[in-house]
């Protein structure tokens, strides 16, 4: 059975930074792809940033430059550094494992996720 669990979310005032952390088990299948999500309050849940066992990532255009996404695969943890942070950038967090797919420099297709963990920026 799959795990996820996140954590290291909570409040920063508007430029300050948060490191996301993501416990994975119950899986193993290293051609698997991992990723965060995140929602806002009425809105959708969208995307971040993902990372294929081959190290290729891709972000949102909205955070790439602030957020790198990073996985220690002894650990079996996925990590979000979050920099520069902005009021926009206020959601849950969510982490999640899925299977990549278009190839080199493709997409995650997400299977499993964590219960989240919330991130509130204060300008």
């Known amino acids: 059975q799959v795990q996820l669990v996140e954590s290291g979310g909570g409040s920063v005032q508007s430029g300050g930074s948060l490191r996301l952390s993501c416990a994975a088990s119950?899986?193993?299948?290293?051609?698997?792809?991992m990723g965060w999500l995140r929602q806002a309050p009425g809105k959708d849940r969208e995307g971040v940033a993902h990372?294929?066992?081959?190290?290729?990532?891709r972000y949102r255009d909205s955070v790439a430059g602030r957020f790198i996404i990073s996985q220690d695969n002894a650990k079996n943890t996925l990590y979000l550094q979050m920099n520069s942070l902005k009021s926009e950038d206020t959601a849950m967090y969510y982490c999640?494992?899925?299977?990549?797919?278009?190839?080199?420099?493709?997409?995650?297709?997400?299977?499993?996720w964590g219960q989240g963990t919330q991130v509130t920026v204060s300008s």
């Open positions: 990372i294929h066992n081959n190290g290729f990532t």
């Open positions: 999640a494992v899925g299977v990549p797919y278009g190839g080199d420099g493709g997409g995650c297709a997400y299977n499993y």
């Open positions: 119950g899986y193993t299948n290293r051609r698997d792809c």
